[in-house]
C-alpha cells in the first residue's frame, strides 16, 4: 500500500511507493547507498586482497623476508605524509594525540612484524584456502590471550586498599559493581563500614578508631575474580564459536597430517601467526584504554616504522624459517629487490618448476612469470596488485567503520571468507596454482564459518564503541575500542566522600564537629 507524504507549500500529495521495488529503490538513497556500495567494496576487494597476497608469494617465492620487510616500507612515505599534511595544515592530529607514549607503538610495531614474518615467510608453501581458513584461528587465540591479560585487577590504589585492609586483620567482603575503567588517575574505588562511605585515601585512621564496633566492612572495586571474569568476558555462544572454529581448521589439516611431516610443519608455522596477531590485538586494547581518541594516520604510520625497523632484526629468525644461511640473508634481500624490480630469476638450478616443492627441493624463481608451475604473474605485478588491494581494503574498512559500524566491518569481512576460498579454486585466479577443492577443505570452511557466525553475531551484543581501525599491511586489520568510560558511574572526589561520612556520624560536613 502506497504511503501519502506531508506536501509542500504548493505541491501535491506525494504518493511513496511502499512495494518491495519501492524498498530497493529507497535502500539505494544518499548515505545508505554509499554505505552498500562500501560494504561491497569490502567484500570484493578483501576477497582480491587474500588472494593477490598469494600470487605474490608465489611470484617471489624465495623472497618471502623481502615481502615482509617491502611491504611494510612502502606504507612509510605514504603514511607520514599524510601525518604531515594533517599536523601542518588540519587540527585532526592533537597535541593529546603526539603525546601518546612512544614505546606503545614500539610494542605494537614489535608484534606486528612478527606476525608479517610468520604469514608470509611461514605461509609460502601453505595453500590459498588453507591460509585462508587458518587466519581464522585468530579468533579463539585471542580469546585466550584476553582472558588471562585483560582481567580487571583493580588500579594500583584499589589494591593498596585491599592490602590495607588485609594488614590490619579487618574481615571484608569484595563486590565487583565498579566499570573496568578504574584507573590509578580516575579511581572509582570505595569501601563502605556498616553501610557509611569512607575516604579511601584516609582510612587507616577511621578503621583503627573503629575497631570495638562491630564493622561490616564491603570494599567495592573493579577488580574481579576469574570465576566472574571468564563468566562474563564473553558470552556462552561465543565460546561456542571459538570451538567450533578450532573444529574446523583440524578438520581442515587432517589432509596435511596424513601426507607427512611436511605440509603439517608449514601450516602449523603459518598458525603460529596467530599468536602474535592475537597479542596486539590485547595489548592495542590495553594501550588505547586511556586515549580518548587516535588519528588512524597517526597511529599505522608510527606502527610501520616500528615494524619495519624491528623486522630488520628478525633476519636470523627469516633465515631459519626459510632454510638459509644467516650470511645469506643480505644477499637473498638483494636478490628479492630485483626479482621485483627487474624480473630477474636468480635460483634456477637444482630446483623444480612446479609444485609441489619447498619440502625437500626449493622452486626456481619466476620472477618474470617463465614457470607457470610456480607462478605466471611477473613479481612486479604480483606485489603491485597485493598492494594496491591492500590499500584499497584498508580504506573500504575505514569508510565502512566511519559510515556504518565496526559490526558491519565484521559482516562483510565474515563474507569474504567463502569467497576467498572459492576464488583459490579458480584457474584463471591462480592459474597452475589453483586448488582443488576437497571434502575436507567444504567441510573445514563450513565449520569455520558457523563458528565465525556464532561468535560474532550470536555473542554478547554490547552498546555501540568508539574506536579505531588498526589497519594492517598483513593479515587482517582489526577494530579497538578507545576511551571507553561509564557515565553512569561518576567518581566522588575526596571531599564529598568526607562529607558524607561525617554526615552519617551526626557531625558537620563542612568541619567535621558535632551538629547542634
Same mark, same amino acid.
Given at each position: 500500500?502506497? !504511503?501519502?507524504?506531508?506536501?509542500?507549500?504548493?505541491?501535491?500529495?506525494?504518493?511513496? *511507493?511502499?512495494?518491495?521495488?519501492?524498498?530497493?529503490?529507497?535502500?539505494?538513497?544518499?548515505?545508505?547507498?554509499?554505505?552498500?556500495?562500501?560494504?561491497?567494496?569490502?567484500?570484493?576487494?578483501?576477497?582480491?586482497?587474500?588472494?593477490?597476497?598469494?600470487?605474490?608469494?608465489? +611470484?617471489?617465492?624465495?623472497?618471502?623476508?623481502?615481502?615482509?620487510? =617491502?611491504?611494510?616500507?612502502?606504507?612509510?612515505?605514504?603514511?607520514?605524509?599524510?601525518? /604531515? /599534511?594533517?599536523?601542518?595544515?588540519?587540527?585532526?592530529?592533537?597535541?593529546?594525540?603526539?603525546?601518546?607514549?612512544?614505546?606503545?607503538?614500539?610494542?605494537?610495531?614489535?608484534?606486528?612484524?612478527? &606476525?608479517?614474518?610468520?604469514?608470509?615467510?611461514?605461509?609460502?608453501?601453505?595453500?590459498?584456502?588453507?591460509?585462508?581458513?587458518?587466519? &581464522?584461528?585468530?579468533?579463539?587465540?585471542?580469546?585466550?590471550?584476553?582472558?588471562?591479560? @585483560?582481567?580487571?585487577?583493580?588500579?594500583?590504589?584499589?589494591?593498596?586498599?585491599?592490602?590495607? $585492609?588485609? +594488614?590490619?586483620?579487618?574481615?571484608?567482603?569484595?563486590?565487583?559493581?565498579?566499570?573496568?575503567?578504574?584507573?590509578?588517575?580516575?579511581?572509582?574505588?570505595?569501601?563502605?563500614?556498616?553501610?557509611?562511605?569512607?575516604?579511601?585515601?584516609?582510612?587507616?585512621?577511621? $578503621?583503627?578508631?573503629?575497631? %570495638?564496633?562491630?564493622?561490616?566492612?564491603? $570494599?567495592?572495586?573493579?577488580?574481579?575474580? #576469574?570465576?566472574?571474569?571468564?563468566?562474563?568476558?564473553?558470552?556462552?555462544?561465543?565460546?561456542?564459536?571459538?570451538?567450533?572454529?578450532?573444529?574446523?581448521?583440524?578438520?581442515?589439516?587432517?589432509?596435511?597430517? !596424513?601426507?607427512?611431516?611436511?605440509?603439517?610443519?608449514?601450516?602449523?608455522?603459518? =598458525?603460529?601467526?596467530?599468536?602474535?596477531?592475537?597479542?596486539?590485538?590485547?595489548?592495542?586494547?590495553?594501550?588505547?584504554? *586511556?586515549?580518548?581518541?587516535? *588519528?588512524? #594516520?597517526?597511529?599505522?604510520? #608510527?606502527?610501520?616504522?616500528?615494524?619495519?625497523?624491528?623486522?630488520?632484526?628478525?633476519?636470523?629468525?627469516?633465515?631459519?624459517?626459510?632454510?638459509?644461511?644467516?650470511?645469506?640473508?643480505?644477499?637473498?634481500?638483494? %636478490?628479492?629487490?630485483?626479482?621485483?624490480?627487474?624480473?630477474?630469476? =636468480?635460483?634456477?638450478?637444482?630446483?623444480?618448476?612446479? =609444485?609441489?616443492?619447498?619440502?625437500?627441493?626449493?622452486?626456481?624463481?619466476?620472477?618474470?612469470?617463465?614457470?607457470?608451475?610456480?607462478?605466471?604473474?611477473?613479481?612486479? #605485478?604480483?606485489?603491485?596488485?597485493?598492494?594496491?588491494?591492500?590499500?584499497?581494503?584498508?580504506?573500504?574498512?575505514?569508510?565502512?567503520?566511519?559510515?556504518?559500524?565496526?559490526?558491519?566491518?565484521?559482516?562483510?569481512?565474515?563474507?569474504?571468507?567463502?569467497?576467498?576460498?572459492?576464488?583459490?579454486?579458480?584457474?584463471?585466479?591462480?592459474?597452475?596454482?589453483?586448488?582443488?577443492?576437497?571434502?575436507?577443505?567444504?567441510?573445514? @570452511?563450513?565449520?569455520?564459518?558457523?563458528?565465525?557466525?556464532?561468535?560474532?553475531?550470536?555473542?554478547?551484543?554490547?552498546?555501540?564503541?568508539?574506536?579505531?581501525?588498526?589497519?594492517?599491511?598483513?593479515?587482517?586489520?582489526?577494530?579497538?575500542?578507545?576511551? %571507553?568510560?561509564?557515565?553512569?558511574? !561518576?567518581?566522588?572526589?575526596?571531599? %564529598?566522600?568526607?562529607?558524607?561520612?561525617?554526615?552519617?556520624?551526626?557531625?558537620?560536613?563542612?568541619?567535621?564537629?558535632?551538629?547542634?
Amino acid at each position: 500500500m502506497a !504511503k501519502e507524504t506531508q506536501p509542500l507549500l504548493g505541491q501535491e500529495p506525494q504518493q511513496e *511507493d511502499d512495494s518491495f521495488i519501492g524498498k530497493i529503490k529507497r535502500t539505494f538513497r544518499g548515505q545508505n547507498a554509499m554505505l552498500l556500495f562500501y560494504l561491497v567494496g569490502v567484500v570484493l576487494i578483501g576477497t582480491t586482497n587474500r588472494v593477490t597476497f598469494k600470487i605474490m608469494q608465489y +611470484s617471489t617465492i624465495n623472497y618471502g623476508y623481502f615481502d615482509s620487510q =617491502f611491504t611494510t616500507f612502502v606504507y612509510l612515505p605514504i603514511n607520514f605524509a599524510v601525518i /604531515f /599534511f594533517k599536523i601542518n595544515f588540519t587540527k585532526t592530529i592533537t597535541p593529546e594525540m603526539r603525546r601518546f607514549p612512544t614505546y606503545k607503538f614500539l610494542v605494537m610495531g614489535f608484534l606486528d612484524s612478527l &606476525q608479517g614474518l610468520l604469514i608470509v615467510v611461514g605461509g609460502l608453501y601453505v595453500p590459498g584456502i588453507m591460509q585462508n581458513l587458518l587466519l &581464522q584461528g585468530s579468533v579463539p587465540v585471542t580469546m585466550l590471550f584476553s582472558i588471562f591479560l @585483560l582481567r580487571p585487577r583493580g588500579c594500583s590504589h584499589c589494591r593498596k586498599v585491599k592490602s590495607l $585492609l588485609k +594488614s590490619k586483620n579487618i574481615t571484608f567482603a569484595e563486590e565487583t559493581t565498579l566499570p573496568e575503567t578504574c584507573t590509578a588517575t580516575n579511581c572509582l574505588c570505595r569501601v563502605t563500614v556498616n553501610g557509611m562511605e569512607i575516604d579511601t585515601n584516609n582510612m587507616g585512621d577511621l $578503621l583503627d578508631s573503629m575497631k %570495638q564496633l562491630n564493622r561490616k566492612v564491603v $570494599l567495592y572495586t573493579s577488580a574481579k575474580s #576469574w570465576e566472574t571474569h571468564v563468566k562474563s568476558f564473553y558470552s556462552l555462544a561465543q565460546y561456542v564459536g571459538a570451538v567450533i572454529i578450532l573444529s574446523g581448521l583440524v578438520v581442515s589439516v587432517f589432509p596435511a597430517l !596424513k601426507s607427512g611431516a611436511g605440509a603439517f610443519k608449514y601450516d602449523l608455522m603459518f =598458525f603460529t601467526a596467530t599468536i602474535p596477531t592475537a597479542l596486539s590485538g590485547v595489548y592495542k586494547e590495553i594501550a588505547f584504554r *586511556d586515549a580518548e581518541d587516535m *588519528d588512524v #594516520w597517526y597511529l599505522n604510520g #608510527w606502527v610501520a616504522l616500528f615494524q619495519f625497523l624491528i623486522g630488520l632484526t628478525y633476519a636470523p629468525l627469516a633465515a631459519v624459517m626459510s632454510g638459509l644461511p644467516i650470511r645469506d640473508i643480505p644477499s637473498n634481500l638483494y %636478490q628479492g629487490l630485483f626479482c621485483f624490480l627487474l624480473g630477474r630469476n =636468480f635460483v634456477v638450478d637444482k630446483c623444480l618448476t612446479s =609444485f609441489p616443492c619447498g619440502d625437500t627441493t626449493i622452486c626456481c624463481d619466476s620472477c618474470n612469470g617463465v614457470y607457470p608451475g610456480v607462478s605466471d604473474v611477473s613479481a612486479l #605485478w604480483g606485489m603491485l596488485m597485493y598492494m594496491t588491494a591492500n590499500v584499497a581494503y584498508n580504506v573500504f574498512l575505514v569508510l565502512v567503520i566511519k559510515h556504518g559500524s565496526a559490526a558491519l566491518m565484521y559482516v562483510a569481512s565474515t563474507l569474504v571468507l567463502p569467497l576467498g576460498s572459492i576464488c583459490f579454486t579458480i584457474p584463471a585466479f591462480l592459474g597452475r596454482n589453483a586448488t582443488k577443492f576437497n571434502i575436507y577443505d567444504g567441510a573445514g @570452511l563450513v565449520v569455520v564459518l558457523v563458528g565465525l557466525i556464532t561468535y560474532r553475531f550470536l555473542g554478547k551484543k554490547s552498546a555501540p564503541a568508539t574506536g579505531v581501525a588498526i589497519l594492517s599491511n598483513i593479515g587482517e586489520p582489526i577494530f579497538v575500542e578507545v576511551g %571507553q568510560d561509564n557515565p553512569a558511574f !561518576k567518581p566522588r572526589t575526596r571531599e %564529598q566522600i568526607r562529607g558524607n561520612y561525617y554526615q552519617r556520624l551526626g557531625l558537620d560536613p563542612a568541619r567535621g564537629v558535632l551538629n547542634p
